[in-house]
Each structure stands twice: as C-alpha cells, then as structure tokens.
C-alpha cells in the first residue's frame, strides 16, 4: 500500500477568498500566482461564467511544508459546531504564564483580522492551555 505523501484541508465557506485570505495571515502562508496568460487572479475571473466567479480560493504554505488550503464556496450556511479544526500550534514546549501571555499576544494579533475569541481552556493534569477561536465566518480553532 502506497504512503500519503501530501494532504489538502478543503474548507466550505460562503466566501473563499475572505476566509482564504484570513487563513493566509493567521499562518504565513501565501496564494499562488494567476494562471499563464493573467494579470491577476481577478482577470481571470472575469472569463469564467458568472455562477463560477470567485467560487474558490487555495493557498500554501511557501516553505511546501504544510498542507496546502482549499476554500470552496457552498451554497448552505454553517449551522453547528465543526467536525474538524486546526489547531494553531504558536505555543510548543510553553507552560504556564509564558504559555498564556504567548496565546494572548497571539489572540490579539488575529482578533483585528477577523477572528472571536470564544474561550479559554485552562490547563488541567492531561492538557496545557489552549484558546478556543472562531475565524472569519464561525468556524473553530484552537490557539496550542
């Protein structure tokens, strides 16, 4: 049986490009340049049929270490709690006040790009702190 070698994290969203761009700040990661031919991505999508406009948006991360993102334009809204998240690994290795100062500091930065603070989750035996988050249209996060 043949190994994975990469992974691709699709996101359904109502607008691609905003989520998209949210997600690019929060992890360094960058769009891809327009296809041969283009300017820019938006002369590109002035040739496609209206219905297919903006409909999605992909990025990756520029050292190709991490998987590359794929937002999708759906048609329904999120209505309940993610099946899956990301975890937004910022605080490795840290524990207590140092911990919690970083994942503030980091709460901070992402909050004026969109993003909610929803609630902290304080250590206990088996786990370090982490922040519960939301991005730009409600989908959840962990700040670890």
């Known amino acids: 049986m043949a190994s994975v070698k990469q992974i691709q994290v699709t996101f359904d969203c109502a607008s691609p490009e905003r989520v998209g761009r ?3 700040e929060v992890l360094g990661y960058v769009a ?14 002035r040739t496609l049929p209206p219905e297919q406009r903006d409909s999605w948006f992909a990025c990756s991360d520029p050292s190709g270490v991490g998987p590359r993102l794929y937002f999708q334009r ?8 993610n099946r899956l ?4 690994r910022v605080v490795t290795g840290l524990v207590g006040d140092v911990r919690l100062a970083t994942l503030e500091a980091e ?6 790009l969109g993003a909610k603070r929803v609630r902290l989750l304080p250590a206990d035996e088996e786990n370090e ?3 519960v988050m939301q ?9 670890d």
């Open 129 to 131: 702190s982490c922040l």
């Open 22 to 24: 949210f997600w690019c």
């Open 32 to 45: 891809p340049a327009p296809p041969e031919g283009f300017a820019s991505w938006d002369d590109f999508n």
């Open 85 to 88: 998240h990301l975890d937004v």
């Open 135 to 143: 991005d730009v249209e409600g989908n959840e996060f962990c700040l």
């Open 107 to 112: 709460c901070a930065r992402l909050i004026p």
């Open 74 to 81: 759906v048609p329904e809204g999120k209505v309940a709690k």
